[in-house]
Every structure is written in C-alpha cells, then in structure tokens.
C-alpha cells in the first residue's frame, strides 16, 4: 500500500511542481515586464479621460510593452498639439470678434449721429447737409470694408479653402482695385509702374482685388497725411510681385511686430489712427498665403509705409505685349 501511495505522489509531483514554476514564473514576468508599462497605460487613461494631457509616458525598455507606451505617448502628444490649436484658434477668434465689434461701433455711431443731425436740424444750410451725407457716405463705405473683411475672416479660419483660381493679368486687377479706390478717396493720388512684358498669374481675381483695396484704404485712412500712393508691378524668377508705398508717417516700431496679426488696437496699426486696420492686413496674409505666396511690410527711406505681396507663377507663362 505504502509503495501505490510513493508511485500516486511521484507521479503528482511532477505535474504539482510544474504548475508552481509556471505559476511562479508568470508572476516575475508580470512583475518585471508588464506591471510597470500596464500602471502607466492606467495612469494616462484615466488623466486623459479627465482631459488632462499634461503629462508623459517614458518606458525604457525596447519590448512589446515599450511599443505600446511609445505609441501611447505619441497619441497624447497628438492630442495636446490638437488641444493647443483648437485653443489658440478659440483665442483668436475672441480677440477677433472684440476688434470686429471695435471697428463697427465707430462708423455706426458716425452715421447716427449724421442722420440725426440731418433729420432734427431742419435750418441747416446745403452746405452742411452735403457734409453730413458725405460723413455718412464715408463711414458706410468703411462698414462695407469691414463686413468684406469679415466674411473673408470667417472663410479662411476654416481648413481646405477651395480658390477660383485664374490665369489673370495682375495689371488689370491692379487697375480695378485703384478705380474703386478713387470713388471714396480722390484726394489721394495713386501711380502705377508696370513691368515691360504682360505679366500673367494664377489667382483668384476677386480676393486679390480686396487685398489691394485694403492696402489702399490702409495707407488713405491709417497713413498720417499720406497723400500719394505708388504701385510696382515687377516680375521676378517663379513669381510676380506688387509693391504698395505710401508717403505717410509709416508703421511704429510695435506695429511691424504684429502688423499682420489682426490683434493689436488701432493705435499700434500705423503711427496714428483711430481704427483697427491690422485686420484687414490680417485678411491680406490670409488670401496670399492660400495662393502659395507670402506678404511683408517694412518702413520706407524718408518715410511713409511699404507692403509687399507675390504670387507663384511660372516661367513659362511670361507673354509679350
């Protein structure tokens, strides 16, 4: 009997011991290979569950485990920069909306106050009546300007902005944007300097005229005592460029910083104004750098201010006149 019970235990022995060391070796692995990455994937779970991204997966060791942290790590790390967009935007679009409603309240409280003026003071002379309207032309004029510049705004903040892009002659856009121009401000006098070639590019002809209107309207109403504006038309390798100077005052140290950012006050747009111009150079980038161009602005020798924009082009489009 003694010797069935040694064989029955020999024989569950084996199968006792395996099971132990196996059991015993799945707990040292789980210990030194899965604890560690496992509490760290729990951690970053729950904290980015509870939108807190400030944080980092670091795993060093080159296994399965520190593939999956790795992977993980670039997940929240995606995340974050997405977060940090999507709140700069937010940002933005505020400080947008408080410049906005900034620049629409003065030409509506111009016009309020002119209509009022007009309907209430019944002896006024012609004289008076005809400035009163042409205040009130004025003001309407720059509400339209602003109304363009918002829409543009609103159109370019989103992602995949489809242009109507055209072969174009850049003169002739030039000269349309120049003609409108001249409707509200004939007192300023505005030259053009053509290249000696036709010079034709893809664009899109409508938003490119807004851009020139607004650097016009920038140097007419922000340019202190600006009274002539110059534009150069040139060709230059793989691009067409248009160059706009003004002999006003020029921009102030701080508005060269942020020219085209659409957030300083009005003060900072050019050296004196009472108006947040900075949003429509902000609109002006926009448009560029959706054709695949870019757009700078500097002081000019002697004073006054300068911007310059281009558009690619390609060598093989160049025309004789």
């Keep these: 009997a003694m010797s069935v019970v040694l064989t029955v235990l020999s024989i569950l022995c084996f199968p006792l011991c395996y099971g132990g060391g196996a059991a015993l070796c799945a707990a040292l692995f789980y210990r030194r290979k899965l604890k560690g990455p496992i509490a760290l994937l729990d951690m970053a779970s729950r904290k980015i569950a509870e939108k807190d991204l400030d944080f980092a997966i670091h795993w060093d060791r080159r296994d399965e485990m520190g593939a999956l942290c790795a ?11 997405n977060n940090r967009v999507m709140w700069r935007q937010m940002e933005e679009r505020k400080r947008l909306n408080a410049a906005f409603a900034h620049d629409l309240r003065t030409p509506l409280a111009s016009i309020l106050g002119a209509s009022s003026v007009l309907l209430e003071q019944k002896n006024l002379s012609l004289e008076e009546r005809d400035e009163l309207a ?141 108006r947040n111009m900075g949003i429509g150079l902000n609109v002006c980038r926009s448009i560029i750098r959706a054709h695949g161009g870019d757009i700078a602005a500097e002081n000019r020798q002697g004073g006054g201010a300068v911007i310059r924009f281009w558009l690619p082009r390609e060598e093989e489009e160049e025309h004789g006149e």
């Design 71 to 81: 992977s993980f790590e670039e997940m929240r790390r995606a995340l974050w920069e």
């Design 134 to 274: 042409q205040d009130i032309q004025k003001e309407a004029h720059w509400l339209s300007r602003v109304t363009e510049n918002i829409l543009s705004v609103t159109k370019f903040s989103g992602s995949g902005v489809a242009l109507k892009k055209e072969e174009e002659v850049l003169e002739e856009i030039v000269s349309s944007a120049i003609v409108k121009f001249r409707r509200h401000h004939p007192e300023v006098a505005v030259t053009v300097e053509r290249p000696e070639n036709i010079l034709l590019a893809p664009m899109d002809a409508t938003l490119i005229e807004q851009v020139l209107t607004n650097l016009f309207e920038n140097a007419a109403i922000h340019g202190k005592n600006a009274t002539a504006i110059r534009v150069t038309i040139s060709q230059e390798p793989g691009r067409a460029a248009v160059t706009v100077e003004d002999n006003g005052a020029g921009f102030s140290p701080e508005a060269l910083e942020h020219i085209f950012d659409g957030l300083q006050p009005a003060s900072v747009t050019h050296s004196d104004n009472r």
